[in-house]
């Protein structure tokens, strides 16, 4: 099992950047693969990106490709989502997940933070 929570959320202005951090606690931290999601106001929550256990492998969605990269660093048992070019439309709640394997499907992620808010001015 894994505890996550997330930082480094705030308020940006569009076109800048910010990096959200997800700090996991748990001896089996190396062996998930990991997520970020998010959720707007009244919308459903998206999948936003992945990264495997390794690190080898990355995926993301098309509204942030390009713009958003994740990575992590298991010794320090650390994911981050740096989010350059960010637009109003990127303001959510966004949240750290650990899943079994890379997935972009949510509901393969067993373990959750409690999010931390990214809002976007235009």
């Known amino acids: 099992q894994v505890q996550l929570e997330e930082s480094g959320g705030g308020l940006v202005q569009a076109g800048g950047s910010l990096r959200v951090t997800c700090a996991a606690s748990?001896?089996?931290?190396?062996?998930?693969?990991m997520g970020w999601f998010r959720q707007a106001p009244g919308k459903e929550r998206e999948f936003v990106a992945a990264?495997?256990?390794?690190?080898?492998?990355?995926y993301y969605a098309d509204s942030v490709k390009g713009r958003f990269t994740i990575s992590r660093d298991n010794a320090k048992n650390t994911v981050y989502l740096r989010m350059n070019s960010l637009k109003p439309e990127d303001t959510a709640v966004y949240y750290c997940?650990?899943?079994?394997?890379?997935?972009?499907?949510?509901?393969?992620?067993?373990?959750w933070g409690q999010g931390t808010q990214v809002t976007v001015s235009s």
């Open positions: 748990g001896r089996t931290f190396s062996g998930y693969a």
């Open positions: 990264i495997s256990w390794s690190g080898a492998r990355t």
């Open positions: 997940a650990a899943s079994s394997g890379t997935s972009k499907n949510e509901y393969d992620y067993d373990y």
